[in-house]
């Protein structure tokens, strides 16, 4: 008993972590089942499909039968008695095979009408998926241009704290400035000596040090105006990705306004997708697998419409055959010693039709048989058609997976490229055009793999349409 129980509650607990991993993912087949059951486009096709099927047992069904009934204002004088009326029912049967023809053509047709609507869902949930792709691609856009933000953010704060605090100069550091000593005040020939050393030391030029001094304050003003352009060039790479984050939330705003529409339901409602989609390496169909597109099978039930139309046609052009009975109704006659004087009377009747005017029944059939060709090329058309869409996609879903690993890769070095120079730069006089240059070279890596990343799921669900899957 108690190796019973450990085995249900690890089966619980392993369906339960099954379950939470894969919600998340499987919420684009939750949204799948719910666009089939909701939206208006698919579910009139369905109904088409379900009227066509109602025309089936009416191609089937004999013609109704007729009556006939008629009374003598005079009764009639017969033999056996005074006729007041008779009653005549007849029932007309068609060629044999005319109805299973007929039944036939029309069970085709409502298959035409099947695989129309069976098109319809798969374009659906084609539709479903790509836009379900790119809400996430936009909200994983979204979430990069932000994370780039903040860290030109981080890069502006260090640059601000270099442009207020150049390389060289310390917080007790000051501009050296020079000073002209004051002539003294003597007498005699030691005034003029006087007058002639004071004279002396106005005209004497600046020390080395002063030249140094002065050289100094001029690397100063460079540094610092070299850290304000660093600023000012960050702000304006804030600023521009600003506003490309502004165009991605309107952007996915209408994206998702367009997938709640294919699932009839508001267009405010808000839309879930994982935080991460992991690439997948789809198995490809074989091109034989195009003998499941909708289309092509919606050509063959055409044709064999088409056959069941030119049989029935043939069918058409015999005779119809009617069964009926007719019942009269005697009164007595006074004075008739006739046996059968009051008796009414039964007379079994058959019928049948002269197709003279056949001519119609030939157009008919060769009409089918133009439809029948019709249909043959029309298939040949189709399969041409969509032959050249499966390989584009089959090389469209290969490029997207290479890029997918090749982004994927430089994303990687870039990122490591990025963290060495931004250390770098936050140290030392490292080059700030390399760490801008690497830091707009890293974004577009990435949102070139996310692209790559949507790009190879979408051209999948494309290719599984194709297919009919």
Same mark, same amino acid.
């Given at each position: 008993?108690?190796?019973?129980?450990?085995?249900?509650?690890?089966?619980?607990?392993?369906?339960?972590?099954?379950?939470?991993?894969?919600?998340?993912?499987?919420?684009?087949?939750?949204?799948?089942?719910?666009?089939?059951?909701?939206?208006?486009?698919?579910?009139?096709?369905?109904?088409?499909?379900?009227?066509?099927?109602?025309?089936?047992?009416?191609?089937?069904?004999?013609?109704?039968?007729?009556?006939?009934?008629?009374?003598?204002?005079?009764?009639?004088?017969?033999?056996?008695?005074?006729?007041?009326?008779?009653?005549?029912?007849?029932?007309?049967?068609?060629? #044999?095979?005319?109805?299973?023809?007929?039944?036939?053509?029309?069970?085709?047709?409502?298959?035409?009408?099947?695989?129309?609507?069976?098109?319809?869902?798969?374009?659906?949930?084609?539709?479903?998926?790509?836009?379900?792709?790119?809400?996430?691609?936009?909200?994983?856009?979204?979430?990069?241009?932000?994370?780039?933000?903040?860290?030109?953010?981080?890069?502006?704060?260090?640059?601000?704290?270099?442009?207020?605090?150049?390389?060289?100069?310390?917080?007790?550091?000051?501009?050296?400035?020079?000073?002209?000593?004051?002539?003294?005040?003597?007498?005699?020939?030691?005034?003029?000596?006087?007058?002639?050393?004071?004279?002396?030391?106005?005209?004497?030029?600046?020390?080395?040090?002063?030249?140094?001094?002065?050289?100094?304050?001029?690397?100063?003003?460079?540094?610092?105006?070299?850290?304000?352009?660093?600023?000012?060039?960050?702000?304006?790479?804030?600023?521009?990705?600003?506003?490309?984050?502004?165009?991605?939330?309107?952007?996915?705003?209408?994206?998702?306004?367009? #997938?709640?529409?294919?699932?009839?339901?508001?267009?405010?409602?808000?839309?879930?997708?994982?935080?991460?989609?992991?690439?997948?390496?789809?198995?490809?169909?074989?091109?034989?697998?195009?003998?499941?597109?909708?289309?092509?099978?919606?050509?063959?039930?055409?044709?064999?419409?088409?056959?069941?139309?030119?049989?029935?046609?043939?069918?058409?052009?015999?005779?119809?055959?009617?069964?009926?009975?007719?019942?009269?109704?005697?009164?007595?006659?006074?004075?008739?010693?006739?046996?059968?004087?009051?008796?009414?009377?039964?007379?079994?009747?058959?019928?049948?039709?002269?197709?003279? #005017?056949?001519?119609?029944?030939?157009?008919?059939?060769?009409?089918?048989?133009?439809?029948?060709?019709?249909?043959?090329?029309?298939?040949?058309?189709?399969?041409?058609?969509?032959?050249?869409?499966?390989?584009?996609?089959?090389?469209?879903?290969?490029?997207?997976?290479?890029?997918?690993?090749?982004?994927?890769?430089?994303?990687?070095?870039?990122?490591?490229?990025?963290?060495?120079?931004?250390?770098?730069?936050?140290?030392?006089?490292?080059?700030?055009?390399?760490?801008?240059?690497?830091?707009?070279?890293?974004?577009?890596?990435?949102?070139?793999?996310?692209?790559?990343?949507?790009?190879?799921?979408?051209?999948?669900?494309?290719?599984?349409?194709?297919?009919?899957?």
């Amino acid at each position: 008993m108690k190796i019973d129980k450990l085995k249900l509650w690890t089966s619980i607990l392993l369906f339960l972590l099954v379950a939470g991993n894969s919600f998340a993912q499987d919420s684009l087949y939750f949204y799948m089942e719910m666009a089939g059951k909701n939206n208006p486009g698919l579910q009139a096709k369905y109904l088409e499909y379900s009227a066509a099927l109602q025309k089936t047992p009416q191609a089937g069904a004999l013609p109704d039968p007729t009556v006939q009934m008629g009374f003598f204002l005079q009764p009639m004088e017969l033999i056996g008695g005074n006729q007041l009326g008779s009653v005549q029912l007849m029932q007309m049967f068609p060629w #044999f095979g005319s109805l299973k023809a007929a039944k036939d053509e029309a069970s085709q047709m409502a298959a035409m009408k099947f695989e129309e609507a069976r098109d319809a869902r798969n374009l659906l949930y084609s539709e479903v998926k790509s836009a379900w792709y790119r809400i996430y691609q936009k909200k994983q856009e979204r979430i990069i241009l932000t994370d780039n933000i903040t860290l030109l953010q981080s890069l502006e704060k260090i640059s601000m704290t270099k442009y207020t605090y150049p390389k060289g100069v310390g917080a007790s550091a000051s501009i050296p400035s020079i000073s002209v000593s004051a002539p003294s005040t003597v007498s005699g020939s030691g005034g003029m000596g006087g007058m002639q050393n004071g004279s002396s030391n106005q005209s004497a030029p600046p020390s080395s040090a002063g030249m140094n001094s002065m050289g100094g304050g001029n690397s100063t003003m460079n540094s610092k105006g070299s850290g304000m352009v660093d600023v000012l060039r960050i702000q304006m790479e804030i600023a521009e990705l600003d506003n490309r984050l502004k165009l991605t939330n309107d952007l996915l705003r209408i994206e998702e306004v367009r #997938f709640n529409s294919l699932l009839n339901r508001p267009s405010e409602t808000s839309v879930s997708v994982p935080e991460e989609l992991s690439a997948i390496i789809p198995v490809l169909p074989e091109i034989d697998s195009l003998k499941n597109n909708p289309m092509l099978r919606m050509k063959l039930a055409e044709k064999a419409a088409g056959e069941a139309q030119r049989l029935m046609a043939r069918k058409m052009g015999k005779p119809m055959i009617g069964i009926g009975v007719n019942y009269m109704l005697i009164e007595k006659r006074a004075g008739n010693p006739s046996m059968m004087n009051g008796n009414d009377m039964v007379m079994p009747m058959v019928s049948f039709t002269l197709p003279f #005017f056949s001519k119609k029944y030939k157009a008919m059939a060769h009409e089918a048989t133009f439809k029948m060709e019709a249909s043959d090329k029309s298939y040949e058309n189709i399969q041409n058609k969509l032959m050249f869409s499966f390989l584009e996609k089959v090389q469209q879903l290969n490029d997207a997976n290479r890029r997918l690993v090749l982004y994927h890769h430089q994303s990687a070095l870039a990122q490591t490229s990025v963290d060495l120079l931004t250390n770098s730069f936050s140290t030392s006089n490292a080059d700030f055009e390399e760490v801008l240059r690497m830091q707009t070279q890293l974004l577009e890596y990435r949102l070139k793999e996310l692209n790559a990343l949507t790009d190879s799921r979408i051209f999948n669900a494309e290719l599984e349409y194709i297919v009919g899957n």
